[in-house]
T-cell receptor, first 115, second 109 residues
Framework: IAGITQAPTSQILAAGRRMTLRCTQDMRHNAMYWYRQDLGLGLRLIHYSNTAGTTGKGEVPDGYSVSRANTDDFPLTLASAVPSQTSVYFC??????????????FGEGSRLTVL | GQNIDQPTEMTATEGAIVQINCTYQTSGFNGLFWYQQHAGEAPTFLSYNVLDGLEEKGRFSSFLSRSKGYSYLLLKELQMKDSASYLCAGVDSNYQLIWGAGTKLIIKP
């Protein structure tokens, strides 16, 4: 069972470039999330999707966009990358709305460096 | 504002017991999660508490006191593989997760 797959696992990117982080899950979970994790800070929610066809903004959505065309895929796009977007990005899913008793399942993370 | 506080780092000895504390301030409360995260890896679920009291799962136990806004994770019979960061996350009234910065646990032989 693959669970959640993220790609790429690591990327170095020039500032101003466009970048899409891919996330695919095979658990048929309805809810999916994108977080960024920075040293000394808790996980911060960027965008979420409670079900296919809907998305919502999290705590730090600026500079990021998402789409949810189907249940399995939830890509995160940086339209014009800036150095402050250097971070580790985690995609996650759950079979209920965030915060309910459903646990989050995380992908292995995508380490992004913007120069 | 909403806040989760937990110690930045703790050190313990292999075979011993360690308690990692977490205090929370959330607008409303719908439970508290603990996750384990090994360096360079994804967080994995450990526990979820919504009622007061202690829940035990093998070597790991999690405690919640809603009146005190307090939780702890208790790890017994520590093993070297328990070296990891432990993340506390509270669930607010909108069912949003509020994450702490994590406690890095170092296990020494």
């Amino acid at each position: 069972i693959a669970g959640i797959t993220q790609a790429p696992t690591s990327q170095i990117l020039a500032a101003g470039r466009r970048m899409t982080l891919r996330c695919t899950q095979d658990m048929r979970h309805n809810a999916m999330y994108w977080y960024r994790q920075d040293l000394g800070l808790g996980l911060r929610l960027i965008h979420y999707s409670n079900t296919a066809g809907t998305t919502g903004k999290g705590e730090v959505p600026d500079g990021y966009s998402v789409s949810r065309a189907n249940t399995d895929d939830f890509p995160l796009t940086l339209a014009s990358a800036v150095p402050s977007q250097t971070s580790v990005y985690f995609c996650a899913s759950s079979d209920s709305n965030q915060g309910a008793t459903g646990e989050l399942f995380f992908g292995e993370g995508s380490r992004l460096t913007v120069l | 504002g909403q806040n989760i506080d937990q110690p930045t780092e703790m050190t313990a000895t292999e075979g011993a017991i360690v308690q990692i504390n977490c205090t929370y301030q959330t607008s409303g409360f719908n439970g508290l999660f603990w996750y384990q995260q090994h360096a360079g890896e994804a967080p994995t679920f450990l526990s979820y508490n919504v009622l007061d009291g202690l829940e035990e799962k093998g070597r790991f136990s999690s405690f919640l006191s809603r009146s005190k806004g307090y939780s702890y994770l208790l790890l017994k019979e520590l093993q070297m593989k328990d070296s990891a960061s432990y993340l506390c996350a509270g669930v607010d009234s909108n069912y949003q997760l509020i994450w702490g910065a994590g406690t890095k646990l170092i296990i020494k032989p």
